[in-house]
């Protein structure tokens, strides 16, 4: 009776489709839920919020709710207040006990933790600063401001290593000019700590990738050679130059375009084309290991760089005296996982809904999944679709979406998996 009541009060439509009924009413486990543009997604939303207050799962400050835009926070907090007010009246004309939708209707306001991940950060870390380590009155850097901080932290980086001798550092200048550094370097910046991991394990993990990759494209190109060899050899090239070539060394790629060069087509032997697919291939393949340790040191120094635009940057918001939103999302990380305060955080809250996963980063889905505890038994809903990833300049992942559905397909895996699916549009 209780979900019949429900499903005939929330929303404009009549009947729930039975995939909406499922997102709604099933809370005995977690659910991950695909839902495209005109699906109800938010009906369903504020339906599944709704069903958990009224059947007494959850009060409104053990619910949170996370959108990613103040408009969207805005818009769910107007359908649960419009629907709660609805709710009330029926009660009173019905003679029925209307005293918890009016409880919860004043509660609303101040109670509901309906905002972006942003604003639920912010108010975590100003309700624990001590144990998030941060300055108890901070400020929230407006994030035009914090872009042109770490702009500036970006240009003192280099200078502070270019006068330690960086040769590295040096040649990148040279080659692409300070301000397209600079740019690049405040972009690594700001995806690494996107990712909420150290950067000594972002270099780790980016040099192992490119000696992976300098690895392969060498055995790849070395199951290919006998078969370059004869063509170009039918065209004409020294087949005795292109055998002592040495693979290890930084002239590997500019030796081989001159014995490449020699070559010539041969009709019905081989052709242009052919050759100049071969000049690519070897080109494109011999980079990934000829500069592979030009490539390591590279990264190494721009995740220096990045460190010394860290120092900076603290500096240039007062020594924390000001956050941005990545630093946010940070200490709040840091806290859930780390302390005591963040184990009373997640006993305090009984369920987690986020809307638009698709546009979560790692960092923002390492706060959600510290919220809902591992594993998050019936506590974690979250709604997504992959053909609507907008938030890319915020370092969305559309991939911790997609994991979150491959997770949720698996056999026992921690959550179910519904597909709205159906446009009402």
Request: net charge negative.
């Amino acid at each position: 009776m209780l979900a019949m009541r429900l499903a005939k009060g929330v929303g404009k439509m009549s009947e729930w489709t039975p995939s909406q009924r499922r997102a709604v009413f099933d809370t005995d486990r977690s659910m991950v839920v695909a839902a495209g543009a005109g699906s109800g997604k938010t009906r369903v939303l504020v339906g599944r919020y709704l069903y958990l207050l009224e059947s007494g799962l959850a009060d409104l400050d053990e619910i949170v709710a996370i959108t990613f835009t103040e408009k969207a926070a805005t818009e769910m907090k107007g359908r649960v207040w419009s629907t709660i007010v609805q709710r009330q009246a029926e009660a009173e004309a019905c003679g029925e006990d209307a005293g918890r939708w009016r409880d919860l209707s004043r509660r609303l306001a101040s109670q509901a933790r309906i905002s972006t991940i942003d604003a639920f950060c912010s108010r975590l870390v100003r309700d624990y600063p001590l144990e998030a380590g941060v300055d108890p009155h901070f400020t929230v850097l407006d994030p035009l401001d914090a872009s042109r901080l770490i702009d500036q932290a970006a240009m003192e980086a280099i200078d502070a290593l270019i006068r330690e001798g960086d040769e590295n550092m040096a040649r990148l200048i040279a080659d692409f000019g300070v301000s397209r550094v600079a740019k690049g370097i405040a972009y690594v910046y700001g995806k690494m700590r996107t990712t909420g991991r150290p950067m000594q394990e972002f270099a780790r993990i980016s040099s192992e990738k490119i000696r992976r990759c300098a690895e392969e494209s060498k055995d790849g190109l070395a199951e290919e050679w006998d078969d370059i060899v004869d063509t170009l050899a039918a065209g004409g090239a020294d087949v005795g130059l292109l055998c002592a070539l040495d693979w290890d060394s930084p002239e590997f790629i500019e030796e081989f375009l001159k014995i490449h060069s020699t070559a010539q087509p041969v009709r019905s032997v081989v052709t242009a084309k052919e050759l100049d697919k071969i000049a690519k291939q070897v080109r494109e393949k011999a980079a990934n290991f000829v500069y592979a340790d030009m490539m390591v040191s590279t990264v190494e120094t721009v995740v220096r760089a990045c460190e010394v635009l860290d120092e900076t940057y603290l500096w240039l918001r007062g020594n924390g005296a000001s956050m941005d939103f990545a630093g946010l999302e940070l200490a709040a990380r840091d806290l859930l996982r780390d302390t005591d305060a963040g184990e009373r955080v997640r006993k305090q809250i009984k369920f987690v809904m986020v809307d638009e996963y698709q546009d979560t980063n790692s960092l923002q889905h390492e706060i959600v999944m510290e919220l809902a505890g591992d594993p998050p038994g019936n506590r974690l809903f979250i709604v997504g679709d992959v053909k609507q990833s907008i938030y890319g300049f915020r370092g969305a992942e559309v991939e911790v979406f997609k994991g979150a559905m491959d997770d949720a397909q698996m056999d026992g895996g921690y959550a179910g998996m519904e597909d709205l699916g159906q446009n009402f549009r």
